[in-house]
């Protein structure tokens, strides 16, 4: 079992900053693969960006040159620092955390980006 907790949501004006950390307790040894979501109202959920526990990074073509993912073994924490935010960036924000036998999903943090 993996438990997973996130936090750094907040309201934030267009063209501000946050950091979302998810942080990782339990069966963290299994994870092999860190991806964060959001789902804004009445849309789908989409995937944002993900991080291998090699290290390796990839991200959506929105937020490409904006955000960062990044992890930190030491303290079981990955974090996605999210920069130039737009309106369109508001939706909840999850964390998931994939072993080879299942996923597993935090509670999710609200992110809104308005002026």
Do not use: H
């Not at 990782?24 to 991080?51: D, N």
């Not at 990839?58 to 309106?87: C, E």
């Amino acid at each position: 079992q993996v438990q997973l907790v996130e936090s750094g949501g907040g309201l934030v004006q267009p063209g501000g900053s946050l950091r979302l950390s998810c942080a990782a307790s339990g069966s963290i040894f299994s994870i092999y693969v860190t991806r964060w979501y959001r789902q804004a109202p009445g849309k789908q959920r989409e995937l944002v960006a993900g991080i291998t526990s090699g290290g390796m990074a990839n991200y959506a073509g929105s937020v490409k040159g904006r955000f960062s993912i990044s992890r930190d073994n030491a303290k079981n924490t990955v974090y996605l620092q999210m920069n130039n935010l737009k309106p369109e960036d508001t939706a909840v924000y999850y964390c998931n955390a994939a072993t080879v036998t299942r996923g597993y999903w935090g509670q999710g943090t609200q992110v809104t980006v308005s002026s």
